[in-house]
């Protein structure tokens, strides 16, 4: 779980920043028709996770990379929240790590999937309350089939607020096509960056990153605090150690300050490795 997602992380990008990236490489297609090219995909489980049976994923490890993740605006759930938050419509929202039927579920809940409601209840709900005991598979097959514009104004909105490993993106483009080749790469050269790039769309050119991405406030002290925990607990696991170092670094500095909890977990060899921790700039 994490509570925001910077527009300059360098791990993650919007699905439609990605779709405005998209479509100024490719110059017969439109924003919105590579944001519904990747919301078909969503549906699809392009982007679910593999189970444990793929590529002998036996221990998880793959299932468990959050590279491996859609990231799904979700309301936080009502325990986390005080008495005064608990009233606010809409409640505040956190990012989960979520497959088709999580973006399915949260989008039904919320009554944002395409068209009359009553009708996704007939086939979710078969009016027992009890979702995915019915029509999970048909209501996800029927999405694939429908174009984006079929979508009410926040449906689409809240699609576009999909966040997407790169790294899962750029492979699943490599699949489709060669035109997309390095696009999502962290490591793409600065002199490659499409002129209509989103601000979100980060690269790891040192020299750039020194001169308009001051370093993030937080990364000093979660590098030392890593160390500490990770000494304290040796078994802890990495996952966790990373949720802990968000939500203390969260109390003690400004949000725009401290990275996001995907980004600490990608850092963390590098810091309890000894090496000089990451100060780019990571969000």
Known sequence: ??????????TLIRFDAAAALLANREPYATPDAMLEMLVRAAWRGDFNPPCQYEDNDYDHSQRNDPDNWLRIPIEAPPATLTEGQLRLK????EYFEGNCETLLSVMYCMRLLPGDQSAWDDLLNHGNGRMYLHGAQDALTALVRMPLNTYSEAGRAYLAGLFIPRRMLQTWLDQQSSRFKSLFSVNQAANDRPLSEPANDSHGNTA??????????????????AVELSEGDPDMP??????????????????????????????LAGMLDEREPPMRGDA
């Open 1 to 10: 779980m994490t509570q925001f997602i910077s527009p300059l992380d360098d």
């Open 238 to 267: 990495r996952k966790e150690l990373a949720g802990r170092l968000y939500e203390r670094a969260l109390k003690e500095f400004d949000m725009a300050e401290v990275p996001n909890e995907t980004t600490i977990l990608r850092r």
């Open 208 to 225: 750039q990153t020194k001169r308009g991405r001051p370093a993030l406030g937080a990364w000093p002290a979660i590098a030392s605090w």
């Open 90 to 93: 809409p409640h505040p929202f």
